[in-house]
């Protein structure tokens, strides 16, 4: 776990509750989601890439570190700073020699809908 004042950020995980489509597939319902803080998040400001092809733009709000057990999962949604954002990509959990070492990453982006 990433320790001291680096790490005194705590986010608020909202986990929806997976429906069907009506067209064999899954998706997320935040309609009962509840809130539940996460403690010990370290974050670092996020930057913009672009795709040249299309002419989108896809903004990385926050990168977060944070504990290697932390309850997130990609479909969730994040609240930092009272802004909703999503995970972009997988959750990555970083393993190393120790829990101090070993941390979860996260990137996040804006929430669209």
Same mark, same amino acid.
């Given at each position: 776990m990433i320790?001291?004042?680096?790490a005194?950020h705590t986010l +608020?995980r909202?986990?929806?509750?997976?429906? %069907?489509n /009506?067209?064999?597939?899954t998706e997320?319902d935040?309609t $009962?989601?509840t809130? +539940?803080?996460?403690?010990?998040?370290?974050? %670092?400001? /996020?930057?913009?890439?672009?795709?040249?092809?299309?002419r $989108?733009?896809?903004?990385?709000r926050?990168?977060?570190?944070?504990?290697?057990?932390a309850?997130?999962?990609r479909?969730d949604?994040?609240l930092?700073?009272?802004e909703?954002l999503?995970?972009?990509?997988a959750v990555v959990r970083?393993p190393g020699?120790?829990?101090?070492?070993?941390?979860t990453i996260?990137?996040?982006?804006?929430?669209?809908?």
């Open positions: 320790g001291g004042v680096v005194r +608020v909202e986990r929806p509750d997976m429906v %069907d /009506g067209r064999g597939g997320a935040f $009962d989601a809130a +539940v803080d996460l403690a010990g998040w370290a974050l %670092d400001a /996020g930057n913009t890439t672009a795709d040249m092809q299309n $989108d733009g896809a903004s990385i926050w990168t977060a570190r944070g504990p290697f057990d309850d997130v999962e479909h949604r994040i930092v700073f009272g909703q999503k995970i972009e990509g970083q020699p120790s829990l101090r070492t070993s941390h996260l990137l996040l982006v804006a929430w669209e809908g």
